[in-house]
């Protein structure tokens, strides 16, 4: 029986529930959501096999032993055209944060085409849209002969070499002492038939022939999610936003930690110019160009009109590969709590403070607004915790007072106690099999009085099913190919959308939750399962189980939840909750059936209603998954109610109905 006369008897559901987590893990940053599609466009280092163009197949599982990348400065991702030689130089450097140039001597005997090309992120779509295009080029004396320099710019299929549209830019001489950004937009009419294509840069052997020239930065972007300058993928933005998140947390993940204290992510070199940020080695075993810095972040959440929660640097590295941390020295820590006030004048600060003086100068005078900080990641992997929640908090308090603050850790043994205030939340992980999270269904029932602490609320900040059920019930990361899920599977869904609604009847408690990692580039990849997988083509951009599940319930709120009362049976095989939206004009009742049989469901409203709705999330098996050749295995469909609920069923508020297996379902009632 759903209340909902009882007011006094209902909670508010929590505002910020579904989000999103990101971070550069899979190439899900470069050569994933951040839209440039130049691969190693600085010479920076990058995985990628030159004219290497593979497709993945089948259920591939994560490979824990890919080969470390060469972080250094690398030709990869690039060929020649024509008689010219490339090189790497680091004489003529583009900026202190780009210090190595492509060098591209042409033969003195040259003639036609002559130039270079990049293989983009294991392909490049071409597709009818609008492309901006840009680079900087340096002719250097002595050998430059002072002629008129004239550039193309193409999209080429990689097999045949077919140009499908290109932009001249017309012969003008180039200054010699320095570098000249040229820019242009190539419009282009053509659908390449697979996305194993390539972007050229090239000349006319007559103008260049014998002589040296310098280029940085080589740039191209398709049109981006909501027209962003140096924006986002359009798919996997939209998919993104479609899912209806409310918060985004950024930038990791083990990716703020940096693999050692110098390769943090240093928030200040991801802002400004691009050529101006040097990247970093991201902790994901590849270069990060931070093209994707802490403005874009914050323009993201703005285009998805959803708040950020802000991972900010702690004290604390892991080599995650080392499974070694580096904790900051106590005597220094100043210095980091430092870097995270800066850090907040800049997305905080008015144009009058100095952070506040360089957000406007980078083109966004109006401060953000931020609710929410993390303080660190998932530091239970170090001892110093402690003292340095402690001493962040704080100091980050003293001038943000008004932030909720999340800890990444909890009082895990103990000679371990952190001092969570009230108010403040706690982020917790599970990577974890089906079981995990069905049987704690009611870990947030009792979260009270599991803590001892009134009000400690909970970021969800990671999980997924990561592995069937074994015996022992460890994750194990190794991944032994008969029980990693790969693929996010109904079962995932199910399993996570159980764990989901034991947060939705706590709202006091469970804040916030996202589900881990959120992106997986299908051709280079560190972890799985995803939420949603890509490659370079968006046709084939798959929508996860998972993903169903997370849209589902972010699609279908509420804003009050609801008391279920005199129910006969016990939670399992069918958990539920129920809510209602916030003009009371419809009540919400999430069902989920876990078991191989179909539930008689019998519901009663204290009120008429006027038409139910549903939507349901099931599939033909319980380990079926999305692919890119079959997308609709597991996505959710209307469903028809219309013979379950009579005209008396209706003015009595009843509704009967038969609960199918292995089944998410939201029942929709207009009241
Ligand atoms: O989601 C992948 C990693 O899992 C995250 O970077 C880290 O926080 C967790 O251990």
Redesign the pocket.
Known sequence: HIDTKDTSARNDTAPYLYGLMF?D?NHSGDGGIYAELIANRAFQGSGIVPGQWSGLTGNVIVNSENPIDPYGPVLTGWGAIGNVRLSLDRLHPLSDALPVALQVDVAANATGEVGFLNYGWWGMDVSPQTYSASFHVLANAPRYNDTNVGFTVSLRSNLTGEVWSKADIPPAKLPTFDYVQLNTTIENTATAPNSNNTFALTMDASQVAGQTLYFDLISLFPETFKGRKNGLRKDIAQAFYDMKPRFLRFP????LEGVSTQTRWKWWKTIGPLKDRPGRPG?WNYYNTDGLGLLEYLEWCEDMEIVPVIGVYAGFSLDIWGQDGTDWPEDKFDEVIQEALDELEYCMGDTSTKWGAVRAKHGHPEPFDIKFIEIG??DWFSKTYPWRFSRMLAGLKKVYPDITYISTAYNENDDYVIDIPEGAYWDT?H?AEPSFFIEDFDFYDNWQATTNNTDVGVLLG?FSVYQIDTPSGEVNYTNPPDVHIAYPQLLSAIAEGVYALGGERNPDVVRLSSY??SLQNRNWYN?TPDMISFTANPKETVLSASYWQQWLFAHFRGTQTLPVRNVKGAFNPLFWASSIEEKEGVVLLKVINIGNQTVPLSTSLDRAYSSVNGTILTAKSLDAFNTAENQNAVVPRALNLSASASALHKREGAFNWQVPPFSLTVLQFDV
């Open positions: 971070e893990i990791g993940g083990n990716n902790n990641n998932e992980h990577y990671e881990a990692p972890w």
